[in-house]
């Protein structure tokens, strides 16, 4: 899955709290921050797993706000064996 969280959700400890929160469930993949403000992620991983992770994404930390999460079913290459936060 590809999900593009937006509203304040940088500087807040989103990537972190999300790669924990992945790393709680099970989920692979990495996080990252856009330039517009917004954190991409790409999640891999049971079904159940992913949907769990996706609700977190919803809320995210305590001191996000988040407005917005789209989520898009997309064929990824790289098979994730962990979760990373990503620095491009």
Not at 44 to 50: C, L
Not at 53 to 65: D, L, N, T, V
Request: proline share 3%.
């Amino acid at each position: 899955m590809r999900l593009q969280v937006s509203g304040k959700v940088q500087g807040v400890w989103y990537r972190a709290s999300a790669k924990d929160n992945a790393l709680s469930l099970g989920v692979k993949g990495k996080v990252w921050n856009e330039i517009n403000g917004d954190v991409g992620i790409i999640a891999q991983g049971p079904q159940e797993q992913i949907d769990k992770f996706i609700e977190w994404c919803k809320q995210g930390p305590p001191m996000a706000r988040v407005e917005e999460v789209k989520v898009e079913i997309v064929n990824y290459e790289e098979v994730f064996s962990s979760f990373v936060i990503s620095r491009d």
